[in-house]
């Protein structure tokens, strides 16, 4: 089993920044890649970064040049840097890993995080 744990979430002004992490915990083999997904209230889920255990990240168009998503492989931590926040980024925003886990063959599994609000006022 793997627990993902968000935390960094709060309230900020337009303009600021927060940084939210995200632990993953369990019997973790490999850890294939990490993403942030929001939901803001009334839409749908959206996918905001995404990296692989290699480095390779990308980014929704709406927050290029603005998010930095960044994977510590030794510590199986994620973090999502949100710089120069806007009031249209207020949203849940959950983690999400695709991790082999387990015993072998040590079999690949999706696990989302509980969601940590932010919300940016004008």
């Known amino acids: 089993q793997v627990q993902l744990v968000e935390s960094g979430g709060g309230l900020v002004q337009a303009g600021g920044s927060l940084r939210l992490s995200c632990a993953a915990s369990?019997?973790?083999?490999?850890?294939?890649?990490m993403r942030w997904y929001r939901q803001a209230p009334g839409s749908q889920r959206e996918l905001v970064a995404g990296i692989n255990s290699g480095g390779t990240s990308n980014y929704a168009d709406s927050v290029k040049g603005r998010f930095t998503i960044s994977m510590d492989n030794a510590e199986n931590m994620v973090y999502l840097q949100m710089n120069n926040l806007k009031p249209e980024d207020t949203a849940v925003y959950y983690c999400?890993?695709?991790?082999?886990?387990?015993?072998?063959?040590?079999?690949?599994?999706?696990?989302w995080g509980q969601g940590t609000q932010v919300t940016v006022s004008p």
């Open positions: 999400y890993a695709g991790v082999r886990s387990g015993a072998f063959p040590y079999p690949l599994g999706v696990y």
């Open positions: 369990g019997s973790i083999f490999a850890i294939n890649g």
